[in-house]
């Protein structure tokens, strides 16, 4: 059944999502980056790019991009409805709490389960802050190898959010871990599987555990395409192959985690990441990664399973379960 979904321009029918990307970002600001008296930014630059990069992919193709970006890492929502007004693509921001290590403000370390999920629906219901944008999606995040305290309290938070609104989570996933951790602590709040992609699962090239993410009922995000940092895509490649060898397509979504304007100067292993905003854009899966996979064997209508209808029942309500295609 199709779905109001909120993009920053206002509701669309989930049925207008078409292909989507459903993990990129157009501004990321590293918290405390006002604080550095030698940063520069140009807004007037760092929109260009994000409206270059937007038509880019609109002309690929490209109807929806979601930026699922969290608290604390500079959402800009009136940046987000000026470039999607300019480029015409559909764009989704978020509600949600960054993992602790890097962005998770101070402030909801101390507040409730129940606060911060309060919050959450005010964002996706009223809008964020006094801009009247809501967000659309909900965004929950965990460090490496472990679910921290305050973690925990905001995944529960995005779970009841979810419940309260019908609106799906996705995760971020530090080097791919914790995945069925995030996914049990949503499944055990009572948020609906098909409700929830855990996130950069292409980090990782363990099948089995993949699997089991996917067996609970989740979709995982097959994400960050193009990150060399992360992983390198002809891993990518063979992972994805494999799990639709065995019959998962309905369970996997495609997208980059790329940025088009970094604010403040990037750290450690982002270095990387800038050049690469330079080099790949947010055109680099239509460019290099979707013709490996044709070639690979895997056909058109598969890619569509992928980048059209999984996103698309990632945000619709409907009660209907999914056939499984390896069953």
Not at 102 to 110: D, G, Q
Not at 237 to 257: E, P, V
Not at 278 to 301: C, T, Y
Request: with cysteine.
């Amino acid at each position: 059944m199709e779905t109001a979904v909120n993009t920053v321009l206002g509701p669309i029918s989930s049925g207008e999502l078409g292909v989507t990307l459903i993990h990129e970002h157009l501004k990321v600001a590293w918290l405390g980056w006002a604080m550095d008296p030698f940063n520069t930014y140009d807004v007037k630059s760092a929109l260009k790019s994000a409206i270059d990069n937007m038509k880019e992919v609109k002309a690929l193709g490209v109807s929806t991009v979601v930026d699922p970006l969290p608290m604390g890492l500079g959402r800009d929502p009136d940046f987000h409805a000026e470039v999607a007004q300019a480029s015409g693509v559909n764009i989704i921001i978020s509600t949600g709490l960054d993992h602790e290590a890097r962005a998770m403000p101070p402030y909801f370390r101390v507040r409730t389960t129940d606060e911060i999920a309060k919050v959450f629906i005010h964002d996706l219901q009223e809008g964020i802050g006094h801009t009247g944008i809501k967000a659309g999606i909900i965004k929950g995040a965990t460090g490496e190898g472990l679910i921290t305290k305050n973690e925990g309290r905001a995944l529960r938070a995005a779970a009841r959010a979810s419940l309260a609104t019908g609106v799906p989570i996705v995760t971020h996933t530090t080097r791919g871990t914790m995945g069925v951790e995030q996914a049990q602590i949503f499944l055990n709040e009572g948020v609906a599987p098909r409700k929830v992609m855990i996130g950069h699962c292409c980090f990782s090239t363990d099948t089995p555990y993949l699997v089991s993410i996917m067996d609970l009922g989740c979709s995982i995000g097959f994400d960050q395409i193009g990150l060399r940092h992360a992983q390198s895509d002809e891993f990518r490649l063979a992972t994805l192959t494999g799990l639709l060898a065995l019959g998962y397509a309905d369970r996997i979504l495609l997208s980059q985690d790329h940025t088009c304007c970094i604010v403040g100067a990037a750290y450690d292993r982002l270095t990387e990441q800038v050049e690469l905003m330079k080099e790949n854009r947010h055109s680099h899966i239509f460019r290099k990664f979707l013709p490996r996979l044709s070639q690979a064997g895997v056909d058109d209508v598969t890619i569509q399973t992928m980048m059209v209808d999984n996103p698309r029942r990632l945000f619709e309500n409907s009660e209907k379960v999914e056939g499984r295609s390896h069953e």
